[in-house]
């Protein structure tokens, strides 16, 4: 149990001394023997002194447990050896009697003669006479106590000034003299065994030294490696960091402290990533808001340029080409929906007469009068189209043939009242209509309802103009047949032109 304290005594001494030199060696690597500063080590620094802390506190721990453990089998060995040479002594003695002490005190001044015996005594139990040798005065009277029995121990003794404080082996062994005519006597014998531990520098050389020099190398190889792949890239980062001149927190001419720079480098980014986040938001927001109004703009602007392409300038309605982009997909949105679309065809009468009197003035007010009028009349989902000089075009979704005739018969009454007073000539200015619908003739393409209604006008003009007339689906058909048999007689006879 005290080898056991002694040890762990040694250790934390051992360890303390090694953590001592670490900082030793810190202190000498900034110059000054006090730290008056709380200034922090570069991580460099702090790895090596750290290893060389541990690696240190290891190998010095290492060496003392090692020296307590030889010290332990050094013991074992010693009371092991004076176990047997005193087991050798007493049977070799044995056979004398102690009714002859000097022969015995003979003996045994012959056996301290031996420098690892330094006492040796045999106490008769019979009549307490002790008889033996020492090498020093009191060393007799030291071990002349010992109990009956086979009994070895270390003790450490006073022994003079020759010898000083030592560790001895005693041991006590049971003989009978005379051949056993007495009692058992008592041989007690004081030894210095010497073993390989009592030469401290042969183990230092043999143990410590090549200890210390395989942790010196772990340290050397354990340096590196972390310098390669630890400290380097830290120190790497660390440069590009306080490259930049922006960080007012790094001063320039100071040790630099790796974590800290990298650290307040992180802190630092992340308070400008949430700035920039802010405005980066701010600026989306804006530009959102921005694109939102370009592209409203944009799109009332199209709408106006589209309306504009669409717009007859004289009369403020839609012109031909409406007719030509729209008109295919009312039609086929009126079909799909199962609803009637009326296209009504206009037509003015006698309106070469007004331009031949009048001029041509007049007869662009009564164009503009008419395209005002139809603005009025129509409702919003109704598209109003010139056609092409002084005819247009109505497409009426919804609405059958007959209501569109009552439709065109009002309008055509509210224009001649109105051009009574702004044209007054002779023959006087009229409406002729034709009107064709999905529904009252069967028409399956734009095209066909197109030419029924245009065959419709071609009837009210022909009764007489200044009239509404819905187109006959069996008149319109007829009249197609017979223009493709004029077609094709013509064709066949090419010299009837001639006739």
Not at 450 to 478: Q, V
Request: charged share 25%.
């Amino acid at each position: 149990m005290q080898s056991v304290w002694l040890s762990a005594i040694h250790i934390v001494g051992f360890a303390c001394v090694s953590w001592v030199l670490a900082w030793h060696v810190l202190l000498r690597e900034r110059n000054t023997f006090f730290m008056t500063s709380p200034r922090r080590l570069s991580v460099d620094s702090s790895i090596r002194i750290t290893l060389l802390g541990v690696m240190l506190s290891v190998v010095v721990a290492g060496i003392v447990l090692h020296n307590c453990l030889r010290r332990e089998d050094a013991d074992r060995a010693r009371e092991s050896a004076a176990v047997l040479m005193a087991q050798a002594l007493a049977t070799q003695y044995g056979s004398r009697s102690l009714s002859a002490p000097n022969e015995f005190r003979r003996s045994c001044e012959r056996l301290v003669q031996d420098s690892a015996i330094l006492a040796v005594c045999v106490l008769d139990p019979s009549s307490g006479d002790v008889v033996g040798a020492e090498s020093e005065a009191g060393l007799l009277s030291f071990i002349s106590g010992r109990e009956s029995g086979e009994v070895v121990d270390s003790v450490q003794y006073e022994a003079g000034t020759t010898r000083g404080l030592a560790h001895y082996q005693r041991a006590s062994v049971d003989l009978r003299v005379g051949g056993g005519e007495s009692g058992p006597a008592r041989m007690v014998f004081l030894f210095q065994i010497s073993t390989s531990l009592d030469r401290p520098f042969q183990q230092f050389w043999q143990f410590s030294v090549p200890m210390l020099v395989v942790g010196l190398l772990g340290l050397a190889i354990g340096s590196w490696w972390l310098r390669r792949d630890v400290v380097r890239p830290i120190v790497t980062l660390v440069k590009h960091i306080t490259s930049y001149k922006a960080h007012g927190w790094i001063t320039e001419g100071k040790p630099v402290d790796e974590l800290n720079v990298i650290a307040g480098s992180l802190e630092k980014l992340r308070e400008d990533l949430g700035i920039w986040r802010d405005r980066a938001e701010r600026i989306e927001r804006r530009m959102d808001t921005q694109i939102a109004q370009e592209t409203e703009r944009i799109t009332r602007d199209l709408k106006r340029v589209q309306r504009e392409v669409w717009r007859d300038p004289l009369t403020g309605i839609n012109n031909r080409r409406l007719l030509e982009e729209r008109y295919p997909a009312i039609f086929a949105s009126q079909c799909k929906g199962g609803h009637d679309l009326a296209l009504v065809m206009i037509d003015l009468d006698n309106f070469k007469s007004l331009n031949d009197q009048l001029g041509h003035a007049s007869g662009d007010k009564v164009l503009e009068f008419f395209g005002e009028l139809l603005r009025q009349c129509l409702r919003a989902d109704d598209v109003a189209i010139r056609y092409g000089g002084d005819e247009f075009v109505l497409l009426l979704p919804g609405v059958s043939a007959e209501q569109a005739k009552a439709t065109a018969e009002r309008i055509a009454s509210l224009f001649v009242q109105r051009t009574k007073q702004m044209a007054k000539v002779e023959p006087k200015v009229t409406l002729s209509t034709g009107i064709a619908s999905i529904w009252g003739n069967g028409a399956s393409r734009p095209s066909d309802l197109l030419a029924m209604a245009d065959h419709a006008l071609y009837k009210a003009k022909e009764a007489g103009r200044d009239r509404a007339c819905i187109c006959s689906t069996s008149e319109f058909y007829s009249a197609q047949d017979s223009s493709r048999c004029t077609t094709r007689c013509g064709e066949s006879t090419p010299g009837a032109s001639s006739l």
